[in-house]
């Protein structure tokens, strides 16, 4: 039995991202998304012009002559949510949690993909796969989502991105908008990740929080590693020690940055400090635009 305080938050999650869906991200997401997927449809002979990038070789082999792929686009998407529930998502020193925040990116997404009659999928992961739900439209599947975020509670506290990107790569087989929610403090995960986005269409979803970027200076700090239980003491009026956690995360970030970029990877840096609907907004546009 789900507890009724989790069944109420549902609810109030669900009429908190209503009004966004309705009036902004549901259009800024068919916009960006409908229309990119392409699906094999048949094959016909070649045709003078026709993109040699198209050619099936199998079947122009056996007949003997040139033949190429007819590709439709898809009229349903699916939408595949990669949701990190490691300890360090229970941080946050402003108003909520980074995993609160992460939930409620999820139901915007989940919303205004079933808005658009496309599927949803979770898969909710830390260093192992804690939680599979399939791919399915529909309220109710939506909210089903919703719930597993809200009352899941995972077994294990470390992260390993990897996991749960070879896991992706084995369940789903079609190609899918990937939305990879985060704050990647993980091992390397560019193996898997180049793999994944080959077949994919990846989005990172980076959410952190001020006190991640930089110390404040406020004297003696007890820091506990959520995610291993490590507790050290520091003494936070040492400019030099203050200076080396900034240019320590700052180079994190620009890694992770260059990485992405790399790999043609979209990236959306959410902040615990901030509203998330602008950087999501600025995101759908920026695609948008580059699709038009």
Not at 6 to 34: A, C, M, P, W
Not at 245 to 262: A, G, H, I, P, V
Request: aromatic share 10%; charged share 35%; glycine share 4%.
């Amino acid at each position: 039995m789900i507890p009724k305080e989790i069944l109420k938050k549902v609810g109030q999650i669900e009429i908190q991202t209503r009004g966004l869906v309705n009036d902004v991200f549901s259009g800024e997401y068919h916009s960006v998304f409908k229309g990119r997927g392409m699906e094999f449809s048949e094959v016909r002979e070649y045709q003078y012009g026709d993109d040699i990038r198209t050619i099936d070789w199998n079947v122009s082999a056996r007949i003997g002559h040139p033949y190429v792929k007819v590709f439709e686009e898809e009229r349903e998407l699916t939408v595949m949510l990669l949701i990190d529930v490691s300890s360090s998502g229970e941080f946050g020193t402003v108003e909520r949690m980074k995993g609160e925040i992460a939930v409620e990116i999820c139901a915007l997404l989940a919303f205004s993909a079933i808005k658009n009659n496309d599927k949803v999928g979770l898969i909710i992961f830390t260093d192992k796969i804690e939680k599979y739900v399939p791919p399915k439209k529909g309220k109710q599947h939506v909210l089903r989502v919703l719930r597993e975020l809200l009352y899941f509670e995972p077994e294990d506290k470390k992260t390993n991105i990897s996991v749960a990107l070879e896991y992706l790569s084995n369940v789903v087989r079609k190609r899918s908008i990937v939305f990879l929610i985060s704050d990647f403090i993980s091992e390397d995960f560019s193996r898997a990740l180049k793999i994944v986005n080959k077949k994919h269409d990846v989005v990172a979803v980076n959410i952190t929080d001020p006190r991640e970027k930089e110390l404040p200076d406020v004297g003696f700090i007890e820091l506990e590693d959520a995610e291993n239980g490590e507790i050290i003491t520091i003494d936070s009026t040492d400019s030099e020690l203050r200076n080396l956690y900034y240019t320590y995360n700052r180079k994190q970030k620009e890694d992770r940055d260059r990485l992405f970029k790399s790999m043609n990877v979209d990236f959306i840096d959410i902040s615990t400090d901030k509203s998330y609907i602008e950087p999501l907004i600025k995101f759908f546009r920026m695609r948008a635009k580059r699709f038009r």
